[in-house]
């Protein structure tokens, strides 16, 4: 089976730095997601990992250890409307990886 | 520019109605899912297609069926809506077959069975 976890919610302050975990369980890895849905809104895709390491993409980068099953989420630079649930997930084995497995999303509330 | 269009925003119905929930994607795209979103339990997946008139159970298809008819629709039916069904539905759709693609998702469907 398939496992993800990340925390329920986090607040941080405009302007700072936030890191958003994912510890991940899955048999046979092809790849990490990460999606941003604003409230009453659809996920939209942030960033996909394969390789161990930090992907930088402007103010967002996404980190993979592979070994440790390990993700995070890093947002530089808060800004209001960074105030959305982030959802990790990996590829569905059992769908011969077309559908994807979701974490059940941390929700970030950015305070002034 | 990709675009996932679900025919319903809202929708309220009655217990035991059928309800039919459509999905339009205009990228030409051989995948499709339906995943349904509940709070503390995020999305999961209930029915997925890799082709026309193919269908693959996701896991918790009890209670739903899809049609895929034409690649670009993808159907959800819920032949007898029960309250346990109410849900935020969220259609997507992805490029690749046989490999992992970004999916791309409708605004998605609230439905309330009453």
């Known amino acids: 089976g398939q496992n993800i976890d990340q925390p329920t919610e986090m607040t941080a302050t405009e302007g700072a730095i936030v890191q958003i975990n994912c510890t991940y369980q899955t048999s046979g890895f092809n790849g990490l997601f990460w999606y941003q849905q604003h409230a009453g809104e659809a996920p939209t895709f942030l960033s996909y990992?394969?390789?161990?390491g930090l992907e930088e993409k402007g103010r967002f980068s996404s980190f993979l250890s592979r070994s440790k099953g390990y993700s995070y989420l890093l947002l530089k630079e808060l800004q209001m409307k960074d105030s959305a649930s982030y959802l990790c997930a990996v590829p569905t084995m059992d769908t011969g990886r077309r559908a994807l497995t979701f974490g059940s999303g941390t929700r970030l509330q950015v305070q002034p | 520019d990709v675009k996932v269009t679900q025919s319903s925003r809202y929708l309220v119905k009655r217990t035991g109605e059928k309800v039919f929930l459509e999905c339009v994607q205009d990228m030409d795209h051989e995948n499709m899912f339906w995943y349904r979103q509940d709070p503390g339990l995020g999305l999961r997946l209930i029915y997925f297609?890799?082709?026309?008139?193919?269908?693959e159970k996701g896991d918790i298809p009890e209670g739903y069926s899809v049609s895929r008819e034409k690649k670009e629709r993808f159907s959800l039916i819920l032949e007898s809506a029960s309250t346990n069904q109410t849900s935020m539905y969220l259609c997507?759709?992805?490029?690749?077959?046989?490999?992992?693609?970004?999916?791309?998702f409708g605004e998605g469907s609230r439905l309330t069975v009453l």
């Open positions: 997507a759709s992805s490029v690749l077959s046989g490999d992992t693609g970004e999916l791309f």
């Open positions: 297609s890799y082709d026309v008139k193919m269908k």
């Open positions: 990992n394969v390789l161990d």
